[in-house]
């Protein structure tokens, strides 16, 4: 049989990557919005209600376990002991689809929704954003309350007071503390990560992973004298911040290359995530199965064969620590970080 002649090896490197850089930033501006400079830019939520008739079995969380964005919604709600008044509907990522789907819908007024924006244009007809996860469903009012896990947290924290047993997270002795962190984690640390992976250009990754490490290692120093970020009592701040640190070593240092250092390495941050980690009701909320499947199994365009690494995993967060020998010996602390644009 004569032999084929081989294809140049430079044709097939540059028709590859054609086609492939191609589909890439089609399937990035898809999955992740970006400004012109190629940085990602996270899309504003639309339900925005702050309207709470406090009430056993009135409302509904709709979440995904690998979100970080759906599990604040899900700490708070053990934090505050409102698991049996506030009921919960888990959803889970289509492998081909790019959307969440409901495993049993009989529990939601649209009962032949199988897709979280099924859901959404049932409750909202002619909806046209994005079906994210948190949901806070009211099922009275047959409406979609709130879609922000930033204003949720809120609701959870201060609107049901009457079926709650937990303690005050956003008290107003430290409500600016509180606010001043929150504005420089989000835009560097709970944002940053996804700035850090989403990035289309180097220029973006550079600048995004350099404020994610910078505000790690400012709040590595915080936490030497204060057992959570605003001194000796958990807040809003922490349970945030919480939900980006537990999935940090698993999921973020590997496909979003966030691998200047990884939490386990801070002295300080990795106690403070084991501290809250073992706190009541925390580690059922968790799911390290969840953040691996739905990160590296979901992402497509970042992780095109699918293949789901071995670590690290969370036995770290079970072993004592020393957190709250530091509450115990020195006074609280309270040293809100600057904040700067995003
Ligand atoms: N601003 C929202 C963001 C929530 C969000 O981005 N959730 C992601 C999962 S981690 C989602 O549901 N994405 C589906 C989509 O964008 O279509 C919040 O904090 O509540």
Redesign the pocket.
């Known amino acids: 049989m004569p032999k084929r002649a081989a294809l140049p090896p430079g044709l097939i490197v540059r028709t590859g990557k054609l086609v492939w850089n191609t589909m890439w930033h089609t399937m990035m501006s898809q999955?992740a919005p970006r400004s012109k400079s190629g940085d990602y830019v996270?899309?504003?939520?639309s339900f925005r209600s702050r309207e709470i008739f406090p009430k056993a079995g009135r409302y509904r969380l709709i979440v995904?376990m690998?979100?970080?964005?759906?599990h604040?919604t899900l700490v708070t709600r053990a934090l505050k002991g409102l698991e049996d008044a506030i009921a919960l509907t888990i959803v889970y990522p289509s492998t081909d689809e790019?959307?969440?789907l409901f495993d049993a819908p009989a529990d939601l007024p649209f009962a032949d929704c199988r897709s979280?924006?099924d859901f959404y244009s049932s409750a909202s007809p002619g909806y046209k954003g994005?079906?994210?996860?948190?949901v806070l469903w009211d099922s009275v009012a047959n409406t979609i309350v709130n879609?922000?896990?930033?204003e949720?947290i809120e609701l959870l924290n201060s609107e049901f007071e009457e079926l709650a047993t937990g303690p005050d997270l956003y008290s107003d002795s430290l409500k600016q503390d509180i606010d001043a962190l929150n504005q420089k984690i989000y835009a560097t640390v709970n944002n940053g990560v996804y700035k850090c992976g989403f990035a289309q250009t180097q220029a973006a990754y550079d600048q995004a992973v350099t404020e994610l490490f910078a505000t790690l290692d400012e709040l590595d120093e915080i936490l030497v004298t204060n057992r959570y970020l605003c001194g000796n009592a958990l807040t809003l701040a922490d349970v945030r911040l919480f939900t980006t640190l537990i999935r940090f070593d698993v999921a973020y240092h590997g496909i979003f290359k966030c691998n200047r250092r990884r939490i386990s390495d801070y002295p300080q941050l990795s106690g403070y995530l084991a501290d809250i980690y073992q706190l009541p009701g925390i580690a059922q909320t968790c799911d390290i199965n969840a953040v691996k499947r739905d990160y590296f199994g979901n992402l497509f365009p970042l992780n095109p064969g699918g293949i789901v690494p071995i670590g690290p995993g969370w036995d770290s967060l079970k072993q004592p620590h020393e957190r709250a020998a530091i509450a115990r010996s020195k006074p609280a602390q309270s040293k809100p970080a600057q904040s700067k644009p995003a």
């Not at 690998?66 to 759906?70: D, I, K, L, T």
């Not at 994005?130 to 948190?134: E, G, L």
Request: charged share 20%; aromatic share 8%.
């Open positions: 999955m996270r899309p504003e939520s995904g690998s979100c970080p964005w759906a604040r790019g959307r969440w979280l924006p994005r079906a994210t996860v948190p879609n922000e896990s930033a949720i």
